[in-house]
């Protein structure tokens, strides 16, 4: 049986309270940075990226020129190019119109969960994508509308804890990715992690912290193929 929108949907919820937790955040800290609540609305519309909204209001605060703005936000998002590339083999067959919509809205938890759904040999297809990536983008957009709304109450939401739901999502993520893959698998899983690891530590010693995630990214994909070609 093909999986459905409303599949893709459910398989969102899981994700949703890192979405609410950071979405919110975001929202606060934007109307910390003295944009009005429209101004973060069309933020989260328009950027839809968690990282790259703390960046651009952070940057927003200190008077930073817009091509060093535009230059550091095309950075963090770069990883994006990864996650497409590695996704877009599972929906290949597909028209050239859905795998845009799947592009233009997969986020790191949409990957994630995809990924998941792939590594199962789940049939996941452009309506369970768009199911996922749509719950995704509408819950991000309503959490930083609220975010907007309430920040003149919330002047620091570290202190709920909303910091660490970002953290917390992808913990979960990557346990129930872990328990569902075979021995063989989880092994070069986690020697690829551990690529990923040392690049980063060695990497930050002469670059900076947005460019040694992406090139230790690449590393760590890297040494996945080769280690999957060995086994």
Same mark, same amino acid.
Request: charged share 10%.
């Given at each position: ?85 590695? *996704? /877009? ?5 597909? #028209?050239? $119109?859905?795998?845009?919509? &799947? %592009?233009?809205? +997969? ?27 749509? *719950? /995704? ?5 309503? #959490?930083? $509308?609220?975010?907007?709304? &309430? %920040?003149?109450? +919330? ?27 075979? *021995? ?48």
């Amino acid at each position: 049986m093909s999986l459905t929108f409303k599949d893709g949907a459910r398989a969102c919820v899981p994700t949703l309270l890192g979405y609410i937790g950071i979405g919110i955040a975001a929202g606060v800290v934007g109307k910390a940075s003295n944009l009005s609540v429209l101004e973060v609305t069309l933020m989260s519309v328009i950027i839809y990226a968690g990282a790259s909204q703390f960046i651009i209001t952070g940057l927003m605060m200190v008077a930073t020129p817009i091509t060093a703005v535009i230059f550091t936000v095309f950075l963090v998002n770069s990883r994006h190019f990864l996650m497409s590339m590695a *996704t /877009a083999p599972a929906f290949r067959r597909f #028209s050239l $119109l859905n795998n845009i919509g &799947i %592009g233009s809205l +997969l986020t790191d938890e949409s990957f994630a969960v995809a990924m998941n759904a792939i590594a199962n040999k789940e049939p996941i297809n452009p309506p369970w994508m768009h199911g996922l990536n749509v *719950t /995704a983008y509408v819950a991000w957009i309503l #959490s930083c $509308l609220v975010g907007a709304l &309430i %920040g003149e109450w +919330l002047p620091n939401p570290a202190q709920f804890g909303l910091d660490y739901a970002l953290v917390a999502m992808f913990i979960g993520l990557l346990y129930l990715q872990l328990i569902g893959d075979k *021995t063989k698998s989880i092994r070069n899983r986690i020697i690829a992690m551990l690529t990923v690891t040392v690049m980063l530590i060695f990497l930050l010693r002469f670059v900076s912290s947005e460019m040694a995630i992406l090139f230790s990214t690449f590393a760590g994909c890297f040494m996945g193929i080769i280690v999957e070609r060995k086994a």
